[in-house]
């Protein structure tokens, strides 16, 4: 069990959700969930000179395609520690090929952030930093020899059901 099995399902929805972060904006560190041992484990130090462009985690009590829990990139002035649970809304989403699977990113707003809580599509956002995210997934993982790619930029009314899906698909998962 992990401390956010806690959290009623009822507060993870795809307009309003908790994040559990596990990597800090700015950091080369790609941690893991391990769910065996209930820790945060070091997967790799990015090789690339690349670091994280935004606090990154995963939604609780979804499922994405590649059977883990659906990827989200807290946007926020600040790096968030490493499994924090952050409040959020979706403002959009990276549909991406990772390691010739489909994988998806929402790009989330934190409710307690002043400085970020007016965004509320990716075309809020300051060109550049939307350019610095597309960029990081194009090439964090070319000097390892896999290959990424980006396919689509989603809204946030996309991204809302991109994470429907991935709810649905847990709760499929947990009844089987």
Not at 56 to 68: A, C, K, Q, R, V
Not at 88 to 94: K, Q, R, T
Not at 118 to 128: F, I, R, V
Not at 140 to 157: D, F
Request: charged fraction near 30%; proline fraction near 5%.
């Amino acid at each position: 069990m992990n401390n956010w099995d806690n959290i009623p399902e009822d507060r993870i929805t795809k307009d309003r959700f908790f994040a559990v972060i596990e990597i800090p904006r700015g950091s080369k560190q790609k941690y893991e969930f391990d769910e065996r041992i209930g820790m945060l484990r070091l997967d790799r130090i990015l090789y690339t000179s690349t670091h994280y462009p935004a606090n990154y985690g995963f939604i609780p009590h979804t499922l994405s395609n590649d059977g883990d829990a659906l990827d989200v990139l807290v946007l926020s002035q600040e790096s968030l520690l490493p499994m924090s649970l952050v409040e959020c809304y979706p403002i959009g989403a990276f549909s991406m090929i990772d390691d010739n699977q489909e994988d998806e990113k929402i790009i989330a707003i934190p409710y307690g952030d002043p400085q970020m809580r007016s965004w509320t599509e990716l075309e809020d956002l300051p060109e550049h930093m939307l350019t610095e995210m597309q960029h990081f997934f194009s090439v964090y993982k070319e000097l390892e020899g896999k290959g990424t790619a980006l396919t689509k930029t989603h809204s946030a009314e996309s991204a809302k059901r991109v994470i429907e899906k991935a709810l649905k698909r847990f709760q499929k998962k947990k009844r089987s």
